[in-house]
């Protein structure tokens, strides 16, 4: 296959994102399933639209560095093309420089004109031969500094340096800019883990072991796991570490009664059943009908019983389960600033107004599902976000306001090789920096 087909590929993609908003993990999934590229092809692809992303503003700093037009006059798609081109010079070795610049230049001839393709051809050979002598930006502003080095919006780097201080959010954001590994959960009512891992070892799928779950399995050399005949059948299911950690301090015993209020698309619902051996009953709730068919597809799909869902608001309080419960996950909808590594255009879709409503949001749906558990019940709230004020601060909140709950001690039930200094205090927080895990925080209540 031709490889300038790739590289248009990953051009189209990047400016359907850019330019009309679609979301990357969507648009690469849709566009490469209709593909006739092959296996390698369809890696580059993916990984031409995630770096481009992943390194959006040093690149664009690049541009800015050696175009002669300033850059609100260049047009958008033609910034594309340079884009990608520049992420490939700077980013990918193996790849000539000049079959970079050659095929670039068909691009700008086929959705340019005869000005654009000048243009991109100087500016990439100017790159290609100053890449080494780029310096760095200026570190006098130290915002604008690591904004500019690690592509992070400005008010981004503002937030976690008022969190976490300079070094741990360099270091963060470093951590957000590295390629995550896939990673599957074996379902246990179905499959034992050595028959997943010889099934993947004949798809000619390369694998690793987890980090910190039993269940969990990291793979790579694959854009198309859910094909493989052994997802089919339910043998196991795609979902970070991190996540898998939720299901474990929720630690849910066969028999239980649980409520997840905010399911969908249903990942640690399914998690739970699995680790309660399909005894019990779990309601997952979402707001969105079509968000609990999916749910629902992937219950009869793993072979799940015991999963009941609902459409409910989780801001309301359902009069008909108060304290019935001994379970409750509040997995909270929030600003997912912890999945910058998988997500790779989450960072340019989030503004700083977003975050304001969002912790009263997750307040009002705590206080709701609280009301379900019974005396001993636990409940958990959990977020894909690194947002002080979105986590410990809603649930510092929380404990203020409800004496009849408590923080519980999970340093028992979080693995002894995870890096856990708030466990006894009853606080999970996960970063890519520490954990290579996506972000995340989990906490553990019990209701007295």
């Known amino acids: 296959m031709n490889k300038n087909w790739a590289r248009e590929e990953a051009y189209l993609i990047l400016n359907n994102i850019i330019t009309k908003g679609a979301y990357s993990n969507i648009e690469i999934r849709k566009k490469l399933s209709k593909s006739e590229l092959d296996k390698l092809d369809k890696a580059l692809v993916t990984e031409i639209v995630n770096g481009t992303l992943r390194n959006l503003i040093f690149i664009d700093w690049v541009i800015n560095k050696f175009s002669r037009i300033k850059e609100e006059r260049i047009a958008l798609n033609i910034k594309n093309i340079l884009r990608c081109g520049i992420y490939q010079i700077m980013f990918l070795d193996r790849i000539p420089d000049s079959a970079v610049c050659n095929e670039s230049v068909e691009l700008a001839k086929k959705y340019g004109n005869i000005g654009s393709t000048k243009f991109v051809n100087g500016l990439l050979r100017t790159v290609a031969r100053n890449k080494d002598k780029l310096g760095h930006p200026d570190k006098s502003n130290l915002v604008e500094y690591l904004s500019i080095k690690y592509s992070h919006p400005k008010w981004l780097v503002e937030l976690w340096l008022n969190d976490y201080g300079p070094e741990f959010t360099e270091e963060l954001m470093e951590g957000n800019n590295k390629v995550p590994p896939l990673t599957i959960r074996v379902n246990s009512i179905k499959a034992k883990k050595n028959d997943v891992i010889e099934a993947l070892e004949m798809a000619g799928i390369t694998y690793s072991e987890s980090l910190y779950n039993k269940e969990a399995i990291n793979i790579r050399g694959t854009s198309a796991i859910e094909d493989i005949d052994i997802f089919k059948k339910g043998y196991f299911s795609v979902q970070d570490e991190s996540s898998m950690l939720v299901s474990k301090i929720m630690d849910p015993k066969p028999g239980w009664m649980i409520i997840d209020v905010c399911s969908a698309p249903g990942g640690k619902a399914t998690h739970m059943a699995e680790l309660m051996n399909n005894e019990g009953l779990i309601i997952s709730r979402d707001i969105h009908k079509h968000k609990l ?9 793993l072979g799940i019983k015991i999963i009941k869902t609902q459409l ?19 997995d909270a909808p929030c600003s997912g600033l912890g999945l910058f590594r998988r997500k790779t255009d989450l960072r340019w879709r989030k503004r700083p107004a977003d975050l304001d409503e969002l912790p009263k949001l997750q307040s009002r749906i705590l206080k709701s599902a609280s009301k379900y558990l019974k005396p001993g019940g636990v409940l958990i709230y959990s977020t894909c976000t690194l947002n002080r004020k979105e986590n410990t601060e809603v649930v510092n909140d929380f404990l203020a306001n409800n004496e009849d709950f408590y923080l519980d001690n999970i340093k028992s039930l979080i693995p002894e090789n995870l890096y856990a200094p708030d466990g006894e205090k009853g606080f999970l927080e996960l970063y890519p920096n520490i954990h290579k895990t996506d972000g995340f925080f989990i906490s553990r209540m019990i209701k007295k």
């Open 293 to 301: 068919d999916l749910i629902n597809k992937t219950c009869n799909r």
């Open 312 to 330: 409910f608001d989780a801001q309301k309080t359902d009069e008909n389960y108060v304290g019935k419960a001994d379970g409750v996950l509040v």
